[in-house]
């Protein structure tokens, strides 16, 4: 892995287009023994075509056994070390539901719960309370807890979820959370860690926090089952470097759900309408594309459908995304990959460990006998397996957007 | 990739024999779509007769995208971590001319350049003055300046470029450069960089070159286009550890070329008499096969010819090279790597980030199913993609001069 501070040095600007057609969990596994993965059985003679031109092989998100989250699985495709670049709980939920977060804002995901008499946890998720009951809550903890020097942001989720944002000068993350993650005792106070390289900061955050919590359960008293709440991965946004300051690159993310493309604003790429089907979002692909140098262009459903473990409906929706690859062959881009953030194999109806299928087509991408867009002949490619962080010097490089290292 | 005080522990005695084949840029690209590579074109009994005996793959030199120069090149061929040894432009420029580098010497690349009444650069190359004229003017810089506490050389290269060595006490490199890489402005003054390690001795350095640049301004006032001089890289040979050192090895070099010399000087190999063909440095190779445990030969016109966008010529060297292995399979190594510094596709004209066709023949490869030395063979090879500087420690382990890690 070649670290950002090297690659910033190599850049060296052209007038090239790349662009990153993610399948979200694309990777899969047969569902029968010696049977065909979800990609193997989709027919899909556009990405097949492709593949033909492209050199093909695999991505590993992380190192291998190693399943990334979507945070990490984003950071690692964009070119940042996922390791080194950490995303907070708190932080993927507020991008999750389009929270406009700031440097300075400290994140935390919130759950209602149950307490009993005595303060302990009785059920970590009150239930399950309904969308419109936790839309009442928030509302409720916004208007009564105030507290000192800081704005506060109660932001309702899903079912039991919320967001918990702090604005203000001088806060910091790397907090414990209060989540004790068993049944029958109280919720533990929110402390910085043992490590937190801002050891004050961390501490009046912590204060700012547990002051939050105590209102809460004074506000929530008689919400039974919802009488309490429980944070955890309270952190602020991780300082990372734009696409722009270290691949020179004017990036645009195309993605119809809120978190991709607040991942992809993390990274400093503009987010654009992207609207609300694959159709729209080709059709933002072909109206941005004089404007950027490289376009992520992002596809949810294999992954759901994965996670559903419906593996025909993850087939169909390989073989919907594959019928528009003719319209961004159309615009001519210098580079083109097909990959995606991890594998979701519909067998195991979770995001996974394996090696991500990755193909990457350029006029100098020395092509290889791999004609199909899929786990076996993408083994038969002349990729091989790369750590997805080198993804992106790979496509820099077919882009010719990187000069020589040394004399 | 493992440290070299890692390797170093694991060393022990055998009496075998290692050689390395490099045929400089030897990687391609297919001119046309689908078409073959210069490998793929050249006629090869003999690389596919090995190839067939040994394991094949790719090597990667310095990671997936990274167009090295020669020097990472080499040094990551050699086993030496090429991000960790930097090889400066005016240490490579004084390889290149034979010249014998001390370790405390600082060199630096110069051109001739002209400047106008106001000193400003207005070509940075003086408008490529001829080969001679660059001999008289070195000579005349030599006679003229003088330089407190230090020796100094001003060797001619070519054209308008020359090495600028100073030879003395407490020197030191990481100094800027002089020239301001546009027109229009006056060339630079040197300074140490930022994090500069010895920044005393960086500043005196600096400002004897400063005192070197301002007396060449006075000697060259006549001599327009030829009236000032520019310095790039000035540094000192890196530190490196010999390969007797670190591999136990007696290492020879073989090359035509100086530069080549020079690098396998770097890390403590003798350079033998090579000649000027590539039968001489086979001649050269049979004549020291006693005297050594390991040999690197270099051949370099498969990048020259590649460099040309030449593809016919490129593969007229490749099947040049291939004649002479019989001459090495006759010597009975015990073990041969083929493999090249970079790929420098025809296509491109310059060296390219693409990973290197790399095969590897020992009584003990595990061969695979490649029965060619190309870029398509190499892909169903064993091999897979490793990191050039991995190469070292699996040819010595090819050669039994490893042992075991841990009991």
């Known amino acids: 892995m070649a670290d950002l501070d090297f690659i910033r040095k190599l850049i060296i600007p052209a007038d090239t287009k790349i662009v990153f057609l993610v399948m979200d969990g694309v990777g899969g596994l047969p569902i029968e023994e010696g049977g065909p993965t979800e990609l193997e059985a989709a027919r899909t003679p556009n990405l097949d075509a492709l593949a033909a031109k492209s050199i093909c092989g695999f991505t590993t998100p992380i190192s291998p056994g190693i399943t990334p989250g979507s945070g990490p699985g984003h950071l690692a495709m964009f070119g940042y070390d ?3 670049y950490v995303i907070g709980r708190g932080v993927l939920e507020a991008l999750g539901i389009d929270f406009d977060l700031q440097p300075q804002d400290v994140a935390g995901r919130g759950n209602f719960c149950t307490v009993d008499a005595q303060g302990r946890v009785i059920d970590r998720r009150a239930g399950r309370i309904s969308t419109e009951k936790c839309i009442e809550l928030t509302a409720l903890l916004r208007e009564r807890i105030k507290l000192p020097g800081v704005e506060l942001f109660i932001e309702p989720v899903k079912e039991h979820r919320f967001v918990l944002v702090l604005r ?7 907090l414990t959370e209060s989540d004790p993650q068993q049944l029958g005792v ?10 937190a390289p801002q050891p004050q900061a961390s501490q009046k955050t912590a204060d700012l926090v547990n002051q939050f919590v105590a209102q809460a359960q004074q506000v929530l008293q008689d919400q039974y089952p919802a009488n309490m709440v429980l944070l955890r991965g309270l952190d602020k946004r991780p300082a990372i470097p734009s696409m722009k300051e270290v691949f020179g690159l004017r990036a645009a993310a195309i993605a119809v759900y809120p978190m991709y493309r607040g991942l992809a604003k993390l990274v400093g790429m503009a987010a654009l309408p992207s609207g609300t089907s694959l159709a729209d979002e080709f059709d933002a692909l072909e109206k941005a594309w004089p404007d950027y140098d490289f376009f ?11 996670e559903d473990g419906n593996f025909q409906a ?14 961004v062959m159309a615009l001519k881009p210098d580079v083109v990959v ?3 953030d991890h594998s979701t194999p519909s067998l195991l109806r979770a995001h996974s460990w394996h090696p991500v299928p990755t193909m990457l087509y350029s006029r100098y991408c020395r092509c290889d006998e791999a004609r199909a867009y899929n786990e076996r002949a993408c083994a038969r490619g002349a990729l091989g397996n790369i750590l997805a962080v ?5 496509a820099l490089a077919n882009a010719l957007r990187l000069t020589k290292f040394g004399a």
């Open 82 to 84: 996922p390791c080194r």
């Open 168 to 174: 203000g000068e001088g806060l910091a993350g790397d």
């Open 186 to 195: 109280p919720p533990l106070p929110i402390r910085p860690v043992e490590d």
């Open 296 to 306: 992520y262009l992002h596809f949810k459903y294999t992954d759901s459908r994965g």
């Open 314 to 327: 993850k087939v169909a929706m390989i073989e919907e995304f594959d019928s528009y690859i003719p319209r």
């Open 338 to 340: 097909v990959t995606g």
């Open 390 to 394: 080198d993804l992106m010097p790979l």
